[in-house]
């Protein structure tokens, strides 16, 4: 895998399987893998994608399997340079068929690199640590002048940053279909069908989606909001962030046909600290 992290153990945790789908019940004659955030968080992702080539090869599967990323590549963790070079990397080499998706905070990174002087609340919360990944010195700038120094440190962080990386940045999708399931940032809005929903709720919506019950054309696979490190299974979604950079614990649910699993790659103090998960939330009544 491209890209040097830092040098973390991280574990390997198969999650007990969700009850088989009632409602989902095709994924294309082809086993699905969905990761969720990553945030930065390097160390996680190269164990989970490892896990995820081991689960392929042990499958036998003869056609390629699909691996969709659900956005959130940057910010918050210390290490969204090396991710980013990682997916890229993956693009261009892998043996399965994959698709990354834009999450929000792509978008607060493009909006920075377009427009520094309307990001500088990114910048101050979040933009800080991706800057930094990418080799950017931010010693002779005080916090209170990120105003005046915006566009020189925009600057700064496009003399380091690759070209490939802004192009990958650039290009990617917001949703993508494969049989009975839509993966998507964020969510979606409820009482709109998938064909008609804007990009912006794609990216950003919450509460209105996470509380409603409404049943999509097909079952949505999401990232972006977490209350826990235990991926979410309801009748109309599955929720795969799990804060991988606040709980150290990174997502991935496995779909094939009806059947749902879980592979996560989580750091073991993180679980000795007691954020280890005991499964995925199941709603009682399945999908």
């Known amino acids: 895998m491209a890209g040097q992290g830092t040098a973390v153990d991280i574990e390997i945790v198969r999650l007990p399987d969700a009850p088989p789908s009632q409602r989902a019940t095709s994924t294309d004659g082809r086993i699905v893998y969905a990761v969720g955030d990553i945030h930065g968080c390097y160390p996680q992702l190269s164990a989970l994608l490892e896990a995820i080539v081991a689960d392929v090869e042990a499958a036998d599967v003869a056609v390629p399997p699909l691996l969709v990323f659900c956005g959130d590549y940057v910010d918050r963790g210390p290490e969204t340079a090396n991710v980013v070079t990682a997916l890229i990397w993956l693009a261009r080499h892998a043996a399965l068929d994959v698709v990354f998706l834009r999450g929000n905070h792509e978008v607060m990174l493009l909006d920075f690199i377009d427009q520094p002087e309307e990001s500088l609340a990114w910048l101050r919360r979040d933009g800080k640590a991706t800057l930094t990944s990418y080799g950017v010195r931010f010693s002779d700038i005080a916090p209170d002048a990120y105003d005046e120094e915006c566009f020189r440190l925009r600057d700064r962080l496009m003399d380091k940053m690759p070209a490939s990386h802004l192009e990958f940045l650039r290009g990617l999708p917001v949703t993508h279909v494969c049989g009975d399931y839509v993966f998507v940032h964020a969510g979606m809005k409820p009482g709109v069908p998938i064909a008609r929903q ?27 909001s977490w209350s826990s490190a235990e991926p979410v299974v309801l009748p109309n979604r599955i929720g795969i962030d ?46």
Do not use: N
């Open 198 to 224: 804007d990009d912006e709720d794609c990216l950003w919506i919450g509460k209105e989606f996470l509380t409603s019950d409404y049943r999509f054309e097909k079952v949505v696979v999401h990232g972006h």
């Open 242 to 287: 799990t804060g991988a950079y606040a709980t150290g614990a990174l997502s991935a649910v496995r779909l094939d046909g009806r059947r749902i699993g879980f592979l996560q790659a989580r750091s073991p103090d993180d679980a000795a600290a007691g954020s280890a998960p005991r499964g995925p939330k199941i709603s009682p009544g399945g999908l």
